[in-house]
C-alpha cells in the first residue's frame, strides 16, 4: 500500500485527522468525483434520461458489490442504509404470536428497537444469545438456545457500533446452517474493513451501508440475499414497481433476483459514489485494507496503554478499527468538541446504543475512535497527546 | 413569473427541451449546487462533523417542507422516495384478517402491489371506490362504501402517474374525516405543480418526492403526518434510533414528532438539495407555478387536438401537467428515442402501471408529456412538429 498515494487521493487529509471512520469515512475524491458528476449530467440532461443512457455504469454497482462479497449480481439489491437493508429482509418474514427471534446481545441497537416493535405488534419472543468469558457470542449457547427455542431467525451484529469486537460470523453460520432459522447478518461495521464472503457466513440476508468503511456516500446502502432465500420466496412487506411487476388488478409478480428488494426510485447519482467506493476498496485490497488496520488498532490501543494508562473496552479475542475507552471529565459534547478543536474527528456512544453491554460494561458512554488504512501512525501520536492533555484537565 | 430568469436558472434548459417532469424534473442551479457543495464539504471533513456544523441548515428542511404544506415542521418527516413516505405510512397499521382497504381506480401501480402484498400476507380486502362519468373519484361511492364496509384505511392518488386527472381531494377528505378510517393521500404527482393544504385534505398521511415536479434530487422525499395520527400512537413497523429511543433492554420510545417515521442514516446532501427546491418553488409561487403549467397544458392539448388531430387520454374536470395520448406506430422505446434524437425528452407510461385505468381506456401504453412552468410556447410548437413527423412515419 503506498499510503501517501491513498492520502493524496483523500481531500480530507489536508483537513483533518479522521478518527471517525466508524461513523463516516472521509471519501475517496473518485467517489465524491461520481456524486457531483452524475448530479450535473441530470442537471443538463434528466434524471430519468441520464438512467437510461448510464444504463451499464450503474450495473456496475452489482458486479462489484457481488464481487466484494464474493457473490453474484443478482444476489444483491441497492438500498439506502443498513437499517433500511436490514428492516427490508425483516419485513419478508411472517412473524406470529410466540415466534422466537435469536439475538446477539451486542447487536445494533435499531434492530433491537425493530424486535421490540415486532414484539408489541406481533408477541413474538426475543431471546439473547450468551456471550464467552472473552465477549463474542457463544456458539454453544447459539446451538443450545437453537435447539430448545426453535428460533425463526437469529440476527448476529458482525462488528457492534459501540465496540471493537469482531464475531465469528463463520462460525455461528455453520452453526445456523444446520436447522431451520433465517440468519440475518449485519455487516453494517465491518464491509470495507475485513473480508466477508457470503457465502462462508452461511447468511440467508447481508445488510450494509457505504459511508462507513467502504468509504462511500451516507444514503446507500446493500443488501445480500442469498439464492436459499430467494428461491424460498422471501419478498419485502412492501414491494413496488422494481421488486415486482403488476400483472393483473389482481396479481402482481415479485423479479426473480434480490432487485425484488429495491424501490423504483434511487438515488443514481449515490449507486455511482457508492460504486466508486467499492472498487476503490477493491483496488486497495480488503486483505491489505485489515492488515493496516490492525498494525494501527493495535499501536492505538497500546499507545493508549502506555502513555495514557487508558485500558480499552473491547471485548473479543478478535478485534477490529472501533477502539473504545473512556478518557478525562468532560461531558459527551465536550470531549467531542476538545477534539474537533485540534482538528481530530472522533465520537462518543451512549448507552441508548449498547443497552445491554454498556451495562456490563458500568458505563454510561465511551469515546470511539475509529482508524482506516489511509490514517497514519503519526496522526495516531497528536491523537494520543491530545487525549494526554483532555486527561490532565480538571 | 420572469420565464427567462427561471430558465437561465435552469442549466439544462441549454440542452434539452424537457417535458418528462413527472419522471424527474431538470433540478434548477441552486438545488444541483447545494447537492454538490455539501458532498464537497463531507469530502473535506467528514460526513458526521458536517452534519454537526450545519443542523441549522438541515433543519431548514423540515421548515420549509412544512411552508409548503401550510403545515407544522413536527408533522413532517424527511424520506428516500414517495413510496418509502407510503409505505412507512402503511407499516404503522396493524392489518388484519378481513380488514378492508379502499382504493382509488388511479391509484399509483406500488401502492396496488403493497396492498397485494399485505392481501396475501394478512388477509386484508380491496375494494374500489368508483369514479363518476368525468373519471374522478365519486364522493358518493366513497361514502356509500365506507359506510357499507367500514375500512380501515382510504387511499387516494392525487395525481395518478398515467393520466393527468386531478383528484379533488378536499372534498374526498371531507367525507372520510366523519369516519373511523385513516386516509393516506399519496401526493408523489402533485406536490410542486398545485397547492396542497394539507389540513384541507383532512389527510392523516401525505406522501410525496422531490425528483418530480418540485425539482429536487432522485432519492428524496417527504411523509406527512397529522397532529391526529401523531396523538393516536401511529408508528412505523420498524422505527430505528432516528425515531425512537432504545431506553431499557425491553423498551423503546417513538420520538414525539413525525421524525418517528424517519431512519437514523441520512443522505444529508440530497437533504441541503431538497430545501433549495422547496424554496424554490415557494419563491416561484405554487399558485404562479400552476398558473402558468395550467395556460402550458391547455396550449399543449389544444396544440394536439388542432393540429395532430390527437385527442389526449386523460379524464376528470380538472387536469394537470400530465397529458397522455397515443401517437405513432412505434414500440415505446422507439418513441421514447424518436423525441430525444430531436432534443426532446418524453416518457412512455404502460399498463403495467396502470391495469384498471388502461383496461377501460383500451390501450397497453402511452406517450406521457409533462411540461412545467420554465417551458415555453415555443418548446410545445417545436413538440408538435416532432409528433407530426411521428404520425406521419409509416
Known sequence: MNIDELRNDTEGCKSVIHFNNAGAALMPKPVAKAVRDYITEEENYG???????KINELDNFY????????TKAGNIAYTVNATDSYNRALSSMLFKTNDIVLLSKNDYPSNFIAYLSLQKRF????????NTATGEIDVDDLEKKIKKFSPKLVSVTHVPTSSGIVQPVNDIGNIIKNYDAVFLLDACQSLGQMPVDAAATHADFISGTFRK???????????????????????PLFPDIRGADWITENKYNPVTNAKRFEDWETAYALMMGSTAALQYALNAGIEAIELRNTMLNDKLRDDLSTFCNI???????????I????????????????????GINIYTTSKTSA??????KHVDWVLRVSPHYYNTEEEIDIFIEAVKSLQALH
Open 323 to 342: 477502539i473504545t475507552f473512556k478518557a478525562g471529565n468532560k461531558s459527551p459534547e465536550a470531549t467531542k468538541k476538545f477534539f474537533r478543536d485540534k
Open 123 to 130: 408477541g413474538i419472543k426475543i431471546e439473547l444469545i450468551e
Open 63 to 70: 458486479n462489484s458489490a457481488a464481487q466484494l462479497l464474493n
Open 311 to 321: 485500558e480499552t473496552l473491547d471485548r473479543g479475542k478478535k478485534q477490529c478499527s
Open 355 to 360: 443497552q445491554i453491554d454498556f451495562e456490563e
Open 213 to 235: 468503511f467502504l468509504r462511500g456516500p451516507r444514503g446507500a446502502g446493500l443488501l445480500y440475499v442469498s439464492d436459499k432465500a430467494l428461491q424460498s420466496g422471501y419478498e
Open 47 to 53: 434524471g430519468y434520461e441520464v438512467a437510461d443512457s
